[in-house]
């Protein structure tokens, strides 16, 4: 970001994140799923004739229902947050086929963004000492640019890279005009979406002239400790560093003990900021999520002591009760300080490769 100029909003945040841990909020659908909405509550209004079912089409609910998304914001500013997530996890045109909704794509988009922006500007007006943020995010959608979705075809894709760039061009376009503050590629399993993702991203900020701050946050599937197209932490790291970005860091699939390793990883040799937000624990027998605030935030608390971490937050069964344990736990404690590296040739595949 050093070769570009520093708006006012950047310039603040970049200050607010040498100084202390950064908190981003926890989960969206968790809290959703609390309202328990039925099909007609996502329809709304504007989508009462719809003509297929969108129950479950969360990212919908920042247009028929933006009270609920505007108090989730809030509830997490509440708690302690830094940093709110929009609510746009699958509001790409790609992922919104589901609900052959792909025409309401950049609606939607801009929907959330600017509920979160509104959220943001209240609680910075109320505590101007603690200025609010708000993170744009691209999903990672539901297709695969590196996988085959056949296990007996090899080479078959269900989407292209160019199709990919397409998609997320147009949700970065409506999340800055909604007026976030920084774009997060997020809960990123492909690192060929997140590539698309990433060269989407810069492509719109050249065209507009404006670069925002950049997240990325991978996820690990499982003990394996890969990514679901098959790259160590490391490797993915150096995959996307050419983006220079604002933080990077790991999310979802696991909870805090079992992504403990794999932060440390990140954090030993990632140039930026680092950023985790794991979930509360991983899913019962009942897909719900058992791990309490106090638990989930001595984890984390532990990993800011040993120095591992700049943002933190909840992903998956997180609440604004998770967010305001961990914001405490993490309140006194020195942000990760940010290593210089020798200059190398660094590589991935699969593996790392550095000379």
Known sequence: ???????????????????????????????????????????????????????????LLAVTQPDIIYQIHCDYFEAGADIVETNTFNATTIA?????????????????????????????AKTPGKPRFVAGVLGPTNRTASISPDVNDPGKRNVTFDALVEAYTESTEALIEGGVDLIMLETIFDTLNAKAAAFAVETVFEKLGKHLPVMISGTITDASGRTLSGQTSEAF??????????????????????????????STI???????????????????????????????????????????????????????????????????????FEPKMRLSGLEPFVH
Not at 99 to 104: I, N, R
Not at 242 to 247: D, G, L, Q, V
């Open 1 to 59: 970001m050093s070769q570009h100029q520093v708006s006012s909003a950047q310039a603040t945040l970049l200050s607010a994140a040498q100084q202390r841990i950064l908190v981003l909020d926890g989960a969206m659908g968790t809290m959703i799923q609390q309202h328990k909405l039925e099909e007609e509550d996502y329809r709304g209004t504007q989508f009462a004739d719809w003509h297929c079912d969108v129950k479950g089409n969360n990212d």
């Open 96 to 124: 919104m086929a589901d609900y052959d909704m792909q025409a309401q794509s950049r609606e939607i988009n801009i929907a959330a963004a600017k509920l979160a922006r509104k959220a943001a500007d209240e609680f910075t």
């Open 237 to 266: 790291y150096y995959s996307m560093r050419h983006i220079s970005p604002f933080s990077f860091g790991l999310n979802c699939a696991l909870g805090p003990d079992l992504l403990r390793q794999y932060v440390e990883e990140v």
């Open 270 to 340: 990632s140039e930026c900021l680092v950023s985790a937000h794991p979930n509360a624990g991983l899913p019962n027998e009942f897909g719900e999520y058992d791990l309490e605030a106090p638990e989930m935030a001595e984890h984390i608390k532990e990993w800011a002591e040993s120095g591992l971490v700049n943002i933190v937050g909840g992903c998956c069964g997180s609440t604004p009760e998770h967010i305001r344990a961990i914001a405490d736990a993490v309140s006194s404690i020195a942000p990760r300080t940010v290593p210089k």
